[in-house]
């Protein structure tokens, strides 16, 4: 129980934070400022909910553990239901705050889809590979020999980088939940596109946690 109210907690930072910057902020602060929200949210739950659940918040990060023999199949399951529920939670609640506005809102809810004419092959590519590299950070970043006083934020920065390259293209995910959460809320191309954010993600993570089980990256004892 205390591993599922993290990742729920943790996942509803996630979203809550920073596509809540995204919606509210984003004419204000830009690509930059947004990057930078998915970066910060996730090194404040890093060190708020790490000690607790290793802070995965993302459906991809947990696959990854578990193909590297870091996660069981027990939480695995609970750590992906526990995500993708806090991140349809913290949509809503993100509905309720823009709804709440004597202007009628008209805006969407930082979903993802394919942006500026890239194609979904470019998509796909685009996130398999940024998941990939995510992935690996956080496995090699939280092995044993990592110093692991500072892999909150080596990981943060990874997400920043992440998303400073790829709002252009997807508006970014390379997080399962935090693409399905806003997905049901905005509908229409999001949710036709929801399959890429989920599989290429997925892609990528497995690729990373092979990496790691084969030992390809694991540090010598």
């Known amino acids: 129980m205390k591993k599922f109210l993290a990742e729920f907690i943790g996942t509803f930072s996630l979203v809550f934070f920073a596509c809540g910057a995204a919606m509210f902020a984003g004419e204000y602060i830009g690509f930059a400022g947004i990057s930078l929200a998915f970066g910060f949210a996730l090194i404040a739950m890093a060190y708020g909910i790490g000690p607790i659940s290793g802070c995965h918040i993302n459906p991809a990060v947990s696959i990854g553990a578990f193909i590297a023999n870091r996660l069981s199949a027990g939480d695995l399951v609970t750590y992906i239901i526990a995500q993708v529920a806090g991140a349809i939670v913290a949509t809503g609640v993100l509905y309720l705050i823009a709804h709440g506005n004597e202007t009628p809102y008209t805006g969407g809810f930082a979903a993802n889809a394919m942006q500026n004419g890239y194609t979904i092959m470019s998509g796909f590519l685009f996130e398999a590979i940024a998941t990939f590299l995510f992935v690996l950070v956080i496995l090699g970043a939280t092995q044993s020999s990592a110093p692991a006083a500072v892999a909150g934020i080596a990981i943060g920065l990874t997400l920043v980088a992440i998303h400073l390259i790829g709002i252009p293209i997807t508006n970014t995910s390379v997080n399962p939940a935090r693409s399905i959460g806003p997905a049901l ?10 399959w890429l954010f989920v599989v290429a993600p997925i892609v990528g993570a497995v690729a990373a946690g092979l ?5 390809l990256l694991e540090a010598d004892a």
């Open 211 to 215: 990496m790691f089980r084969l030992g």
């Open 185 to 194: 809320f905005q509908g229409g191309v999001a949710m036709s596109q929801l």
